[in-house]
């Protein structure tokens, strides 16, 4: 059973930074692809930021040069750094394992003076 637990969440004034961090059990971790997704207050879940396996990293285009996905096998822990953050960043964030159906309880990042 895949479990999810993210962390790292908060309040911070805009241009501010917050370092997420995802640890994962239940699944051979180093060989999955791993996302980072969030959702605001009435809008849809989107994606943020996604490491494949081997190191292969994608971002949306709203998260550019602001924010830096990574991963720690050794951990089994994919992390969130998030730099320069504005207020329409402000959601719960959450990591998921590629193509499973399983979320952690999410961490809410607020961003507001």
């Known amino acids: 059973q895949v479990q999810l637990v993210e962390s790292g969440g908060g309040l911070v004034q805009p241009g501010g930074s917050l370092r997420l961090s995802c640890a994962a059990s239940?699944?051979?971790?180093?060989?999955?692809?791993m996302d980072w997704y969030r959702q605001a207050p009435g809008k849809q879940r989107e994606l943020v930021a996604r490491?494949?396996?081997?190191?292969?990293?994608n971002y949306a285009d709203s998260v550019k040069g602001r924010f830096t996905v990574s991963r720690d096998n050794a951990k089994s822990t994919v992390y969130l750094q998030m730099n320069s953050l504005k207020p329409e960043d402000t959601a719960v964030y959450y990591c998921?394992?590629?193509?499973?159906?399983?979320w952690g309880q999410g961490t809410q990042v607020t961003v507001s003076s």
């Open positions: 490491i494949t396996s081997g190191g292969t990293i």
């Open positions: 239940g699944i051979i971790f180093n060989i999955r692809t």
């Open positions: 998921n394992v590629r193509f499973t159906n399983s």
